[in-house]
């Protein structure tokens, strides 16, 4: 056994146990790590310029549908979460509260920050005063804090970040085509940038975001065959903006209140990068959000430092120079081997190796992290053919992605194929479903599965067969799958 072997080896396999895989993953990769407080991570440096990354990436594409970025304050006082009932029910199990400010109780005790529709729709009621102040299109880049019972790094932990937008429109109808194009923003972020292909579509009444009119969601299928909420877009009707008293004075003159929409994205996008994307021997990143995407390992052999380590630094200015986020590990106490296994582990898209015959033939050696495959290249075209195999390499891994998501979903006609495929198969099942929420509650305590996205476009929701619960009338097509 060689040492790059025994580096890999000691990661558990996804096969034998995905959860110990997925947690020692997280920990060896440098991601995150525990804390003292139950259920909070460290974000780590490698793991945080990977959410850097999908945070730039997604802050241009909400930037450039006019929305502008605001912060506001991480205390809610209880007053302002109790204006609406059904949004304080759903949120009430998981609210941390301040009660003691320094050595003194607080007259009203202050929520922290689970979302922030209370405090946001009471400063909307300040801001807004006309149609001219309409639409308001406002996100925010935050800290969130749900307490959880169960909790797994990124995937679901007591605090997180997240983007929260928050807008207001004059109609209904302009309230609903912000919904929808949010959603389309995230469904286009994740398969372009993520290279993790979604459904999408909206949640049944019993899903939905607490005091949310309609809520619209985007699914992702992890390799273990398990279903991950990328994304949320929520149609909130006039719930909030009539609690919080949010009114214009309409193009007639008369005070109405604004349509409003709340919608988000988290790092648990970070989990789902591993567990799609994810093998036995560690990350495997995408090239547009990977940290570093190329690492340059000149191989420590003679006098390298005088005949090698020159010209691999040349060659990763020359990529950065070429846009490319490219490194360079020189460090002695590390063999070759080591590193190799080392930034296989990491994720990093592509490797250079270049030693002592490389830099006579005039060559470096690229190897792909997603295949693993090798080829040969001159050094004078490095920054003209790295660009072209990191899109591949981008390509690639949505290929796969996307090949093992439509080979993960299938149709059920009946109740017991339903359960079957559930038990030995895993991933999505498309089933016709009739719209009651007695069988949508049967199937989730039978076979824990739940309705992840009922489509919005397309003609499977149209003519729907039987109920796959009951029998009855079909009245849509939904898609169902056991989820985290």
Known sequence: ?????????????????????YVEIVQKAELADYTPMKGMMV???????????????????????????????LFIPESFLKKEAEHVKGFSPEVAWVTIGGKE??????????????????????????WRDL????????????????????LRTTEFLW???????????????ETLKI???????????????????RKSLSEKFAGASMTYAIEALMSDGKALQMGTSHNLGQHFSKAFDIKFEDRSQTLQYVWQTSWGMTTRTIGALIMVHGDDSGLRFPPRIAPVQVMVVPISIGNWRESVLPVAQAAVEGLRSAGVRASIDAREEATPGWKFSEY????????????PRDIKAGQAVLV?????????????????????LLESIQAGLMAQARAFLEANIRDASDYQGFKDILENQRGFVRAPWCGGEACEDRIKTETMATIRVIPIDGDEEKTPGPCVACGGKGQTVAYFARAY
């Open 368 to 388: 792909r992290r997603d295949t693993k495959a090798k080829e040969t290249v001159p050094l004078a075209s490095l920054t003209s053919r790295v660009p072209v």
């Open 1 to 21: 056994m060689n040492e790059n072997e025994r580096q890999v080896r000691q990661i558990t396999q996804k096969s034998d146990d995905f959860a110990k895989w």
């Open 183 to 201: 959603l389309g923003l995230y469904k286009e972020f994740c398969e372009t940038e993520l290279a993790i292909p979604v459904l999408s579509g």
């Open 135 to 154: 639409p308001l299109l406002i996100n925010q880049w935050a800290n969130i804090v749900r307490w959880e019972k169960v909790t797994r790094p990124f």
């Open 344 to 355: 296989e582990m990491r994720g990093v898209p592509l490797r250079i190796e270049i030693g």
């Open 43 to 73: 974000i780590r440096p490698h793991g945080y310029a990977v959410w850097e990354n999908i945070q730039r990436a997604l802050d241009l594409r909400i930037k450039a549908t006019g929305h502008v970025n605001a912060y506001f304050p």
């Open 105 to 130: 109780e607080l007259e009203e005790k202050l929520a922290v920050r689970p979302t922030s529709e209370a405090i946001i729709g009471h400063m909307y009621a300040k801001w807004i005063k006309s």
């Open 163 to 177: 983007q929260e937008g928050h807008t207001c429109h004059e109609t209904a109808e302009e309230g609903e085509a």
